[in-house]
């Protein structure tokens, strides 16, 4: 099999002029990435479950629409990982906790129906952070999904498995979730493009809450276009962006003092708002006034444990067996807060939502990096700060893309992330850091 | 003195024109409304504080700029009432508890600060319900506000000072606060228009909280004219409302199975929407499925308990004296829930804001019951429904307006509510109804 498409180098939004043009075909490309998955994956331990009778079952009908030149969307075909915490019918759905281990999803998720609706394959369920809690994917019960740019380091989480299958190339873009970063931080670690629509615009309907306060559901793709395809057909459709970016205002905050990162990645940060204000947007020095990201951290913690706490309360209610301990402890620590605590957070997360939204209203993007830190090593401690710059973005609710800024020093993947109140507006101006 | 503006009958709108055309000027008004509550408020106790000095001070300053034809705006020289809990520079500043009572406001709140740049005159501090948890006025510490329609029934609270003191002709208008219909339910048993505006229209700043997550400024007025006028200089700017209604989609949900409510309630309610219809209005049938109003009240009650305990915390940590057995059984209540339970109660908030909003987005106004009864006896048992109506609002986080609806067989004020998305023509809808 000779194929055309390198599933190594382009994505989900190539497909369909290739399917249209008869230069490959559904069932092809489908096969193309079983065969990587079956060749990669025993390294890479991105999937949980390969629904590989299913997928080419789907690639087979998808691959007679084409033929007969009614494909269902320009997504029909196009071959996607999804997140082991968003139901697809028939296959596993267990969020990575083992608890959940042979639990079989009764029918889709929403924005699994949506996707099959149009066209596109599911070709497995993949690995995460336990209950979407952390960003390593070091899943203790299914297995610790390693970066495929360099083995021993962090995919990120907690959508690991989704950014990793993408950059292995196992997958043409993933569904993941992001409750405080859990899209875009794997998506930076792995190089890629990860997009978080604004809160709710895709549906949580079937997919295992961590906080439903906070759960948003996302995309990881080689490319802005690629996760914006795959956004729009899973509910999340926005219009059509500006074509210019000329006299957009975009804010590029001097968060140094308040998030530990080290050069390089402001150097990146810096590096492209450079480049937006060359491409015509006009620099506007506005902040979040007192925001603080570590503060604000930890209120965003406690809600996603208490939370949690009542996300699992069935099933803790019969034993803790098949929950790790680490897990548990998180979860537990927060059920032993005081409430008036916990409605501190609640409080304090609102008014955060409140100022962020008056915030974007003065400006059309705000551009930080997506991550204190590039991958790193399981066997090194992990950073308390990594979802310090993500975090924001769920807490208002609003839109934001992670698109890749070049390499570190030591040659490992740098991101920055745009975000914004009009979706069209920050998926233009993260494609124009592409 | 022969007042040519009757306090009893019109309101704040009717100044500005009574002053352009010198028919009476802001001293002699303000000296009526002084006259009033030196005459009345023995028996209504609507008043914690009269500011004799300064609204005179104030008057003369008005009556100034209306005679050289310079008046600030159509508010300058309108008496106003400003409930317990909103701070006016100088004056008492104690939501209702006696812990406070000695504490004077070091500067306005910002809307009470908008409204003198505006040019109003505030008359007083009115009485309110302890810590604005409550709705009916019935002040360990402060007294018992008497609803001016008939003595010995409760004015509603807990701004019912704000409601007594403009129903008495005691003030033109009057600002209060709404954590669950606390602005709507007093003006609705005083036979008072009832204006909340959206969340945070009206800034929060100021205000001695209950529930940052639920407090609402809005204003009591005879009119709803009088109640947009003072809410716009308070900061809650609506464009003009539509000059007809036809057109307009208009749901009168059935919920007779939802809130046990008697048949003169209903048939005022179904007696507006036929008015509306009338006018042109187009009738919807959308309801909001599963809304569950008792179930509802209790997430808003827990929220507003445990709120209400950190914002109280300083003084507590100091020791509860000052803080009746009765409130603050109830603020401990909340501080003793479980976090978990605690944070179903923000989630299962947060999805009634959401299916709330979807909702509305259907539609353009909602009419319902203010509240499921009329004004009751200060000797009756306090009915726990009493915010089953106006609650919805508050947790949407959307306008809303109570207007008079006639009188119940035995003579006492009907009302019916609005809501909607959009504040003019819920105001425009409200006026119809006049």
């Known amino acids: 099999m000779s194929a055309p498409f390198d599933p190594t180098r382009t994505g989900a939004a190539a497909l369909a002029a290739l399917y249209r043009q008869g230069v490959t075909d559904p069932v092809t490309v489908t096969r193309l990435y079983l065969d990587r998955i079956a060749a990669l994956d025993g390294q890479v331990r991105a999937f949980n479950q390969v629904l590989e009778v299913q997928a080419l079952h789907a690639a087979a009908a998808s691959a007679g629409r084409w033929a007969s030149g009614r494909p269902l969307s320009d997504l029909d075909g196009v071959p996607l ?44 369920i993949v690995n995460m952070h336990e209950g979407a809690l952390g960003a390593t994917t070091d899943n203790v019960w299914f ?26 190339g196992m997958a043409a ?17 792995c190089g ?15 997919v295992i809450p961590l906080s439903t306060t906070l759960d948003h559901v996302g995309v990881h793709g080689r490319t802005v276009a690629d996760c914006a395809l795959v956004a729009a057909h899973a509910g999340a ?44 947007m ?37 034993g803790d067996d098949g929950f790790s301990p680490e897990f548990l402890s998180l979860l537990r620590w927060g059920g032993k807060q005081p409430a008036t605590k916990v409605a501190a957070a609640y409080q304090g997360l609102d008014e955060i939502r409140l100022a962020g939204l008056a915030w974007l209203d003065t400006l059309d993007a705000v551009l930080l990096p997506t991550a ?63």
């Not at 569904?175 to 670690?189: C, K, W």
């Not at 998030?259 to 810096?270: E, L, M, N, T, Y």
């Not at 990201?293 to 803790?316: F, I, T």
């Not at 030591?410 to 975000?419: A, E, H, I, N, W």
């Open 81 to 124: 990982a999804v997140k082991a915490n968003i139901a697809v019918a028939g296959a596993f759905w267990h969020a990575g906790i083992a608890a959940y281990r042979d639990r079989v999803a009764p029918r889709d998720a929403d924005c699994v129906a949506r996707l099959r609706d149009a066209g596109a394959i599911i070709l497995g």
């Open 372 to 434: 204190p830190q590039t991958a790193f090593a399981f066997s090194d401690p992990v950073p308390a700060n990594q979802a310090d710059f993500t975090a924001l973005a769920d807490f208002i609710g609003c839109p934001a893309v992670a698109v890749p800024a070049g390499l570190s020093p030591d040659g490992l993947p740098l991101s920055v992330q745009v975000m914004g109140r009009d979706a069209a507006i920050v998926l233009a101006v993260a494609s124009a850091l592409e």
């Open 237 to 280: 459709l926005s219009p059509p962006g500006p074509t210019r970016l000329s006299g957009l205002r975009l804010a590029s905050p001097d968060w140094r003092s308040r998030v530990d990162a080290p050069d390089p990645i402001w150097a990146a940060r810096d590096a492209a708002a450079a480049r937006l204000l060359s491409a015509g």
């Open 173 to 189: 873009a993933a569904l993941g979730s992001d409750t405080m970063g859990s899209v875009r931080i794997p998506s930076a670690y």
């Open 143 to 168: 297995g610790r999904t390693q970066n495929p740019l360099r083995a021993g380091l962090t995919p990120g989480g907690s959508s690991g498995g989704s950014a990793a299958c993408v950059a292995a």
């Open 282 to 318: 006009a620099a506007l020095d506005a902040d979040l006034t007192n925001y603080q990201p570590g503060q604000a951290r930890r209120l965003g913690l406690l809600v996603s444990e208490v939370e949690g706490l009542n996300a699992h309360a069935a099933q803790l209610a019969t």
């Open 192 to 206: 890629l493009a990860g997009y978080k629509p604004a809160r709710r615009a895709i549906s949580i309907d079937g």
